[in-house]
């Protein structure tokens, strides 16, 4: 029960009014001791709970500084919590809001691939939680719109994955700029010798909670996988989602920012409504499609790892790995993005010959092996260009199942970017929000680092 959490009356009423009856796991483990001023190294995967776990106690131990005061001076930047990506803070204190909307408590959001000046004037008023990403919260610092000499708690959430995208260094500048006396809470959905260094020099006798078993998969996942040649990926893919309905929405992985984008323009083609989020798209353009998906538009979401940190869709059915994950790890954060808050879900990994070395990786970290079925192609082995029977009109594949030409004209075209993600593609990889900015971006940290 959350009431016997010791958590102030308002801070249970926006419990309340979310429909939260239990605490999670997590939040059983990790709250008790947050609100006893202890550090915190919790090992737990999105869709744990994990946000309001370290949330709630946040906003209890920060409740004697509430204010309703103008004054900025009444409030200064108290708590500070990290995130890797745009779309995970975006998301983090989306969830600060809803948990403070009865407590005098303000809080924003900076991140990087907007303009920094849009962000002053919230920064300027003054916020007690600050939720940033570690790049965007340099140049604030460097910029002297922010102080950091006030913070009382800070937090690293997805620690892991600020590492694997290269933070360490911007996270060791921040830590140089607080308080030495602080709490400090580090959240973790996998656990690495890097994690635990990270813990040693950050955290002070930390306690570790954890909810999940080291490096497994969230067991309400069925997870399988299927042997597809490299050239039928695509036809599976589109079969696999024609199947289920186009009602039934799935979030596809790629490894790059190409593929993610190729893949959504392909399956518009075939008449299955997608978009794509990965790095190179505006944030603006990232919320149009994330927006989309949730509102039930688009029925596939096709992303990158470092994109879909922190996407929180409720009751998503599918996640399907187009392509596996370098990193084995990603493959956890994946198959996450389902089965979430108790809610059953699917990974299906589309895996072709060159992959199998990766998919090995997979079943070391999650110890189990997975049975190797081939997938059923409906289309004969690709013909030479030249015999290649023209496609149909696209929408009239909609909602055929079954057999298809064997190949496709379009596949032999060059990549053309689908409208909303024109903008994205029109411009290289870096910074491409930040055209002025491209050869030194190239040369130096992006604002914000994304795949
Ligand atoms: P997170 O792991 O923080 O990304 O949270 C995953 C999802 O679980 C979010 O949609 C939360 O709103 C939801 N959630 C968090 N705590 C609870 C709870 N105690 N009961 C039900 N749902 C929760």
Redo the contacts with the bound molecule.
């Keep these: 029960m959350f009431s016997s959490l010791n958590l102030d009356a308002q801070i249970l009423r926006a419990i309340e009014e979310?429909?939260?009856?239990?605490?999670?796991p997590i939040?059983a483990q990790a709250i008790p001791h947050v609100l006893a001023g202890r550090d915190l190294m919790a090992m737990?995967q999105?869709?744990?709970?994990?946000?309001?776990a370290f949330t709630l106690p946040l906003l209890q131990r920060l409740l004697p500084h509430a204010s309703t005061s103008t004054s900025p001076a009444r409030h200064p930047i108290r708590a500070l919590i990290l995130a890797p990506t745009r779309e995970l803070a975006i998301?983090v204190e989306k969830?600060v809001e809803t948990y403070s909307r009865h407590v005098a408590l303000r809080s924003t959001v900076v991140f990087g691939g907007i303009d920094i000046k849009t962000q002053k004037p919230a920064l300027a008023k003054g916020v007690e939680i600050l939720v940033a990403t570690p790049g965007r919260l340099l140049d604030h610092v460097e910029s002297r719109n922010l102080m950091l000499n006030q913070v009382q708690i800070l937090i690293l959430d997805e620690a892991d994955r600020m590492l694997d995208m290269g933070f360490m260094p911007d996270l060791k500048r921040i830590l140089t700029l607080l308080p030495k006396q602080r709490q400090t809470l580090l959240f973790s959905a996998t656990f690495s010798d890097d994690i635990k260094k990270l813990a040693q020099d950050f955290l002070a006798n930390p306690i570790t909670v954890e909810a999940e078993r080291r490096n497994t998969a969230a067991e309400t996942v069925t997870q399988s996988v299927l042997m597809v040649d490299h050239d039928n990926k695509f036809d599976v893919l589109a079969d696999l989602i024609r199947s289920r309905g186009l009602g039934s929405q799935v979030l596809v992985f790629t490894r790059t920012k190409l593929t993610a984008a190729q893949l959504a323009r392909k399956l518009e083609r075939v008449g299955i409504p997608s978009d794509a989020i990965h790095g190179d798209k505006t944030q603006q353009e990232r919320i149009n499609a994330l927006d989309a998906f949730k509102a039930n538009k688009i029925t596939a979401l096709v992303a990158t790892d470092v994109a879909a940190r922190g996407l929180?869709i409720?009751q998503l059915p599918l996640v399907v790995n187009y392509e596996l994950p370098t990193n084995a790890e990603d493959y956890v954060h994946r198959i996450g993005r389902t089965g979430?808050?108790g809610a059953s879900g699917e990974a299906i990994s589309l895996v072709d010959g060159e992959e199998e070395r990766r998919l090995v990786e997979i079943e070391k970290l999650l110890k189990r092996e997975f049975p190797r079925e081939r997938a059923a192609v409906s289309v004969a082995p690709r013909a030479a260009p030249s015999h290649r029977p023209a496609r149909a009109a696209a929408p009239s594949h909609a909602h055929t199942h079954g057999k298809k030409p064997a190949a496709d004209d379009w596949f032999m075209k060059p990549y053309v970017p689908s409208p909303s993600a024109t903008k994205a593609e029109e411009q290289p990889a870096f910074c491409q929000d930040k055209p002025k900015k491209q050869l030194a971006a190239l040369l130096c940290r992006p604002p914000e680092k994304s795949q």
């Design positions: 979310e429909g939260y009856t239990e605490p999670t939040q737990a999105t869709g744990t709970g994990k946000t309001a998301q969830s929180d409720d979430r808050a």
